[in-house]
């Protein structure tokens, strides 16, 4: 049974600071791997999709690799602002259905 | 472009009721599901559909009912609400791309509470 965990659970930082989030899978079957964020109270938003055949993908400051055979992902957030303040949840899975982390919450402050 | 659209946003019942959560999209997508979110354990998948007029259980499906009679829309059905049954739901939509990709797109999410 395919089980995700995301590390750490939470994470303080000033503005400004580079940082990573990880997510580890169980099963490298995967067919693709997402990654969410959201903010308190509200719903999901894409931020990024890596495909089973790629490594990475990136948006903006935010990058996110992904290594199938040892079962990690990885999502870098370059120049931490405040607004980046929410949850960060990584899913993987098939085209109908997704498991999820339990998320990491992550407080960037001036 | 509406995207997923869930209905009602906030809901309170008593145990026993019944009622019906609504969920449409308006992207054409094959795929659509149910998750529940509860604190500490992420989201769970309850039902899911991979087109009209077929469904199948998630991880957490007692309780719950689907049936999928449009491309547009997914209802789920609360039988008998129970306490353990308040959580935040959310549907979410998906439809394969060009290179077998896919990207899922969540609903806002309805909180319900059951006391």
Known sequence: KQEVTQIPAALSVPEGENLVLNCSFTDSAIYNLQWFRQDPGKGLTSLLLIQSSQREQTSGRLNASLDKSSGRSTLYIAASQPGDSATYLCAVGDPDKLIFGTGTRLQVFP | ?115
């Not at chain 2, 008593?14 to 354990?41: F, I, V």
């Not at chain 2, 739901?89 to 077998?100: D, K, P, V």
């Open chain 2, 1 to 115: 472009n509406a995207g997923v659209t869930q209905t009602p946003k906030f809901q309170v019942l008593k145990t026993g009721q019944s009622m019906t959560l609504q969920c449409a999209q308006d992207m054409n997508h094959e795929y659509m599901s149910w998750y529940r979110q509860d604190p500490g354990m992420g989201l769970r998948l309850i039902h899911y559909s991979v087109g009209a007029g077929i469904t199948d259980q998630g991880e957490v499906p007692n309780g719950y009912n689907v049936s999928r009679s449009t491309t547009e829309d997914f209802p789920l059905r609360l039988l008998s609400a129970a306490p353990s049954q308040t959580s935040v739901y959310f549907c979410a939509s998906s439809s394969l791309l060009a290179g077998s990709s896919y990207e899922q797109y969540f609903g806002p999410g309805t909180r319900l509470t059951v006391t």
